[in-house]
């Protein structure tokens, strides 16, 4: 059984820097890609940033530059380091992934992002 867990998130000043984690189990984890979604109120949920097994990385635009993603595949781990946070960055942030051999997607429980301006 696939299982996400998402921690990390808090209330931080605009400026600040928070570091999200994802454990994940049930899966072969270091040849999975994982990404991070973020929901902000009244809107859908986006794409932040995608880390490939190889470790090849992707974000949005809205994140380039202050975002980054990695991943520690013995501890079948995947974070988001996120500096320069702006108020637009609030949301809650899912780490997520999706099954290699049937197109399952898998989410984590979320985890709350506040930056106050």
């Known amino acids: 059984q696939v299982q996400l867990v998402d921690s990390g998130g808090g209330l931080v000043q605009t400026g600040g820097s928070l570091r999200l984690s994802c454990v994940a189990s049930g899966i072969i984890f270091g040849v999975t890609t994982m990404d991070w979604y973020r929901q902000a109120p009244g809107k859908q949920r986006e794409l932040v940033a995608t880390?490939?097994?190889?470790?090849?990385?992707n974000y949005a635009d809205s994140v380039k530059g202050r975002f980054t993603i990695s991943r520690d595949n013995a501890m079948s781990t995947v974070y988001l380091q996120m500096n320069t946070l702006k108020p637009e960055d609030t949301g809650v942030y899912y780490c997520?992934?999706?099954?290699?051999?049937?197109?399952?997607?898998?989410w984590g429980q979320g985890t709350q992002v506040t930056v106050s301006s």
């Open positions: 997520h992934t999706r099954g290699r051999i049937i197109p399952v997607d898998y």
């Open positions: 880390i490939a097994g190889g470790g090849s990385t």
